[in-house]
């Protein structure tokens, strides 16, 4: 069974940056799975942010272009991945999610996820 840990979360102050991290565990070539940050305003669908394949290719919701970066760092049967998020906004604000996805290409569909973090709260204040 697959496990995605996330960290990094918080409270900042609008212009501030932060960085969330996912360690992703518990299945063998893990580090090929298309790997994503997903986010979840109260009241809100949860929205697709950003996504990265093992080669590295990468694509972003139009709302972050130019301010989030996501990366990952594969070891064998792990892998790390990472959302530096700059110039935060308000609107920002909302639950990140980690997930992967047993696929060799990714998607920026919440349903084609077959895996999925706790979550961790970023707040950021205007």
């Known amino acids: 069974q697959v496990q995605l840990i996330e960290s990094g979360g918080g409270s900042v102050q609008a212009g501030d940056s932060l960085r969330l991290s996912c360690t992703a565990s518990g299945r063998t070539f893990i580090n090929t799975y298309p790997m994503a940050w997903f986010r979840q305003a109260p009241g809100k669908d949860r929205e697709f942010v950003a996504t990265?394949?093992?080669?590295?290719?990468?694509?972003?919701a139009n709302s972050v272009k130019g301010r989030f970066t996501i990366s990952r760092f594969d070891a064998k049967n792990t892998s790390t991945l990472y959302l530096q998020m700059n110039a935060l906004q308000s609107e920002d604000t909302a639950v990140y999610y980690c997930?992967?996805?047993?696929?060799?290409?990714?998607?920026?569909?919440?349903?084609?996820?077959?895996?999925w973090g706790q979550g961790t709260q970023v707040t950021v204040s205007s």
């Open positions: 997930a992967a996805r047993i696929n060799t290409h990714s998607s920026s569909d919440v349903r084609d996820y077959n895996y």
């Open positions: 990265i394949q093992w080669n590295r290719d990468q694509w972003y």
